[in-house]
């Protein structure tokens, strides 16, 4: 377990650092602390898996503002660095919100674009991307155009690697690499109009344990309240609905699952884990990076659950129970989350 506590982007230190002095209080949230952990485990490894998909979702809102604002315009003759929106009662070039600056987007022949991102470009979520991406489009023009049988397809190239800063919680830091080894991510429009997210085999490993290799599986289907139309201007200020679908071969009904890229308790194999989100709506959010701003897709309401999925992969002495439950809402714009754990709850 210590190679979790190690290297879960701090969310757990990040929650006891708020504790409060009084004793009740304390004791409250010593309570749900191993549960916290499961949960900043999982979501590290939900969030590697899914960069890809998210890189995909990006250009596919680029390209579909492109063709709003240039209807009539070919998409391989409209210049993606000069489309603009408004955000913060400002105009902003979106490729630059979307994907930082230095990130090139290029066309590679009819039926792909590369993503090629500058070394050490810190995204709104914390992580830094460096390398490339190439999105594999079938012949759909924008991701409304896909089905089953045509999907676009996110292909990670060998250069593509994720880092991230952690801390000790001693006052110490240091820069942690992901070597993201392969796999497939697909996305598509159903017949429902869900957009639909297929992870199937997501290999990454942390640099300095090449021996735990996640595979990561999952689908996950999203839903925007403006339609089929994935332009930003569109999404922006809207609900955007997303569940990650029942699968017959994960474990506990679990949307996304697999092998991580964790030791388990005996440091003998990676720990299996699973991640599941039901009835999730979220917003566009503008936020300040050290780059200029950034956009990124904040929950605001929906139920998360992370579990181990085995239990001789993790020490119970140290967690009583093997699975955590994130309940998040939104009063008023004011967002909490309720976190549940071995018949315990804290609303942070």
């Known amino acids: 377990m210590n190679r979790i506590l190690a290297t879960t982007l701090l969310a757990a230190l990040a929650f006891t650092g708020c504790m409060k002095d009084n004793s009740e209080e304390y004791k409250k949230q010593q309570q749900v602390i191993p549960g916290v952990d499961i949960y900043s485990s999982a979501m590290v490894q939900q969030n590697v898996s899914t960069q890809m998909a998210e890189a995909g979702l990006r250009l596919a809102s680029l390209l579909a503002e492109a063709k709003t604002q240039y209807p009539d315009t070919p998409l391989e003759e409209i210049n993606l660095s000069d489309i603009e929106v408004k955000v913060w009662d400002d105009t902003r070039p979106l490729q630059l919100l979307l994907f930082g600056s ?34 594999n489009t079938s012949g759909a023009e924008l991701l409304s155009d896909t089905s089953f049988g045509t999907p676009w397809q996110v292909v990670m190239q060998p250069d593509f690697k994720i880092k991230a800063n952690t801390s000790d919680g001693l006052g110490g830091s240091r820069q942690i690499a992901i070597a993201m080894q392969g796999g497939t991510t697909k996305l598509y429009l159903d017949e429902t109009d869900n957009y639909v997210i297929i992870l199937d085999g997501i290999r990454a490993n942390f640099e300095d344990s090449e021996q735990y290799v996640s595979s990561w599986n999952g689908q996950i289907n999203i839903k925007p309240e403006s339609g089929k139309n994935l332009a930003f201007s569109e999404i922006f200020d809207k609900d955007i609905h997303v569940e990650s679908a029942n699968v017959s071969l994960a474990p506990f009904g679990a949307g996304c699952w697999g092998s991580t890229f964790y030791a388990n308790s005996a440091n003998s194999g990676t720990m299996g884990m699973s991640y599941k989100l039901q009835g999730g709506v979220y917003r566009c959010n503008p936020r300040v990076v050290s780059n200029g701003v950034s956009v990124y897709m904040q929950i ?17 002495a140290l967690y009583p129970s093997g699975e955590v439950e994130y309940k998040w809402t939104n009063t008023n714009g004011k967002l909490s989350y309720t976190i549940f754990y071995n018949g315990y709850t804290y609303t942070v």
């Open 102 to 135: 230095g990130t090139q987007i290029a066309r590679v022949g009819t039926d792909a674009w590369r993503i090629t991102y500058p070394e050490g470009l810190v995204q709104s979520d914390g992580f830094l991307l460096e390398g490339s991406l190439v999105v």
């Open 300 to 316: 605001i309401e929906g139920s998360q659950t992370c579990a181990f999925t085995s239990v001789g992969d993790y020490n119970t």
